[in-house]
């Protein structure tokens, strides 16, 4: 990124790493940040989009529009916790 310029997200340390991209209406993708800039348009190679329902589709290398972004999430130390609040309500039901 040129200097002086700021970008909304720092997205430095997340370049060559693997990010998966929410977009506006929904979309899904992941792959990997090869680039970005101050309005967060990136670049991702080896993308593949989330179809639902256990499809996917494979892109390949994209560019994508940082006005369409809503979220970029590092993929690389993320894990799964169990819900607090999906336990049992079986206390609550006898009142």
């Given at each position: ?5 700021e970008?909304?997200?720092?997205l ?7 990010v998966t991209v929410?977009?506006?209406?929904g ?15 990136l670049?991702l190679?080896d993308t593949v ?8 589709r494979?892109?390949?290398?994209i560019?994508?529009r ?11 130390g993320?894990?799964?916790?169990e ?5 049992d309500d ?6």
């Open positions: 990124m040129p200097k002086g310029q970008s909304i997200l720092d430095a340390s997340s370049v060559d790493k693997k929410h977009f506006n209406g979309r899904v993708c992941t792959g990997t940040l090869k680039g970005y800039d101050e309005l967060v348009n670049v190679s989009e989330d179809m639902g329902e256990g499809e996917e494979k892109l390949g290398l560019v994508a940082g006005t369409q972004v809503q979220r970029v999430v590092d993929e690389e993320r894990e799964e916790i819900n607090p609040f999906d336990g079986d206390e609550d039901e006898d009142e």
